[in-house]
Protein backbone atom coordinates (compact mmCIF):
# COMPACT_ATOMS: atom_id res chain seq x y z
CA UNK A 1 0.00 0.00 0.00
CA UNK A 2 1.24 3.80 -0.91
CA UNK A 3 1.56 6.12 1.25
CA UNK A 4 1.84 9.96 1.03
CA UNK A 5 2.94 12.45 4.17
CA UNK A 6 2.62 15.99 3.67
CA UNK A 7 4.52 18.51 5.43
CA UNK A 8 5.76 22.20 5.23
CA UNK A 9 2.52 23.94 5.63
CA UNK A 10 1.71 27.13 7.98
CA UNK A 11 1.00 30.97 7.89
CA UNK A 12 2.47 33.43 5.92
CA UNK A 13 1.85 37.26 4.99
CA UNK A 14 0.79 38.14 1.12
CA UNK A 15 3.62 38.12 -0.90
CA UNK A 16 5.68 35.50 0.92
CA UNK A 17 6.63 31.79 0.29
CA UNK A 18 6.42 28.73 1.50
CA UNK A 19 7.83 24.97 0.58
CA UNK A 20 5.49 22.01 0.81
CA UNK A 21 7.02 18.75 1.00
CA UNK A 22 5.75 15.89 0.33
CA UNK A 23 7.55 11.70 1.53
CA UNK A 24 6.24 8.76 -0.50
CA UNK A 25 6.47 5.19 0.17
CA UNK A 26 9.23 3.64 -2.68
CA UNK A 27 6.38 2.57 -4.59
CA UNK A 28 4.85 5.49 -4.81
CA UNK A 29 7.87 7.54 -6.06
CA UNK A 30 8.63 4.87 -9.04
CA UNK A 31 8.01 5.64 -12.89
CA UNK A 32 4.91 4.61 -13.13
CA UNK A 33 3.20 6.99 -10.93
CA UNK A 34 2.07 10.37 -11.47
CA UNK A 35 1.89 12.74 -8.66
CA UNK A 36 0.57 16.19 -7.73
CA UNK A 37 -0.77 18.95 -5.32
CA UNK A 38 -4.17 19.85 -4.82
CA UNK A 39 -6.14 21.85 -2.12
CA UNK A 40 -9.32 22.32 -0.85
CA UNK A 41 -11.34 24.64 1.77
CA UNK A 42 -14.02 23.38 3.75
CA UNK A 43 -17.16 22.74 2.36
CA UNK A 44 -16.13 22.95 -1.23
CA UNK A 45 -14.41 20.87 -3.76
CA UNK A 46 -10.90 19.94 -4.07
CA UNK A 47 -8.89 21.83 -6.31
CA UNK A 48 -6.04 20.76 -8.75
CA UNK A 49 -2.77 22.86 -8.56
CA UNK A 50 0.39 21.36 -9.64
CA UNK A 51 1.64 17.96 -11.59
CA UNK A 52 4.20 16.32 -12.51
CA UNK A 53 4.50 12.75 -14.15
CA UNK A 54 7.56 10.17 -14.69
CA UNK A 55 9.01 12.31 -17.20
CA UNK A 56 9.14 15.12 -14.81
CA UNK A 57 6.62 16.99 -17.23
CA UNK A 58 4.54 19.47 -15.06
CA UNK A 59 1.24 20.94 -15.59
CA UNK A 60 -0.15 24.05 -13.56
CA UNK A 61 -3.71 25.39 -13.05
CA UNK A 62 -3.93 28.32 -14.38
CA UNK A 63 -4.68 30.16 -10.89
CA UNK A 64 -1.14 29.62 -10.17
CA UNK A 65 1.74 29.39 -13.45
CA UNK A 66 4.21 31.45 -12.35
CA UNK A 67 4.28 31.51 -8.73
CA UNK A 68 4.19 27.71 -7.93
CA UNK A 69 6.51 25.29 -8.80
CA UNK A 70 6.20 21.62 -8.58
CA UNK A 71 9.30 19.12 -8.30
CA UNK A 72 10.52 15.72 -7.20
CA UNK A 73 13.42 13.78 -5.73
CA UNK A 74 13.25 10.30 -7.22
CA UNK A 75 16.53 9.41 -5.11
CA UNK A 76 14.39 10.50 -1.79
CA UNK A 77 10.85 9.88 -2.70
CA UNK A 78 9.82 13.13 -2.24
CA UNK A 79 7.41 15.76 -4.03
CA UNK A 80 7.95 19.28 -3.39
CA UNK A 81 5.83 22.24 -4.07
CA UNK A 82 7.35 25.79 -3.76
CA UNK A 83 4.89 28.65 -3.60
CA UNK A 84 6.05 32.21 -4.24
CA UNK A 85 4.29 35.28 -3.97
CA UNK A 86 0.99 33.82 -2.43
CA UNK A 87 -1.68 35.85 -1.84
CA UNK A 88 -4.75 35.29 0.57
CA UNK A 89 -6.96 33.17 -1.63
CA UNK A 90 -4.34 30.39 -1.54
CA UNK A 91 -5.25 29.64 1.72
CA UNK A 92 -6.63 25.95 1.81
CA UNK A 93 -5.59 22.24 3.34
CA UNK A 94 -2.89 21.31 0.82
CA UNK A 95 -2.89 17.44 -0.46
CA UNK A 96 -0.49 15.39 -2.06
CA UNK A 97 -1.90 13.00 -4.48
CA UNK A 98 -0.42 10.07 -6.55
CA UNK A 99 -2.05 7.45 -8.99
CA UNK A 100 -0.12 5.23 -11.23
CA UNK A 101 -0.07 6.12 -15.25
CA UNK A 102 -0.86 9.39 -16.59
CA UNK A 103 -1.82 12.52 -15.55
CA UNK A 104 -4.78 14.44 -15.38
CA UNK A 105 -5.22 17.88 -13.70
CA UNK A 106 -8.69 16.40 -11.61
CA UNK A 107 -8.80 15.54 -8.28
CA UNK A 108 -11.15 12.45 -8.91
CA UNK A 109 -8.41 10.66 -11.25
CA UNK A 110 -6.05 10.20 -8.39
CA UNK A 111 -6.38 7.62 -5.39
CA UNK A 112 -4.13 7.75 -2.88
CA UNK A 113 -3.77 10.93 -0.66
CA UNK A 114 -1.73 12.46 1.74
CA UNK A 115 -3.14 13.57 5.00
CA UNK A 116 -2.87 17.31 4.21
CA UNK A 117 -0.94 20.45 5.21
CA UNK A 118 -2.25 23.22 5.85
CA UNK A 119 -1.30 26.61 4.36
CA UNK A 120 -2.95 30.26 5.70
CA UNK A 121 -2.12 33.47 3.75
CA UNK A 122 -2.93 36.52 5.45
CA UNK A 123 -3.68 40.08 4.13
Known amino acids: QVHLVESGGGSVQAGGSLRLSCVASETASDSSYCMGWFRQLPGEEREEVAL???????TYADSVKGRFTVSKDKAKNQLFLQMDDLKPEDSAMYYC????????????????WGQGTQVTVSS
Open 97 to 112: AARAGACYLAADWYNI
Open 52 to 58: IDSLGTT
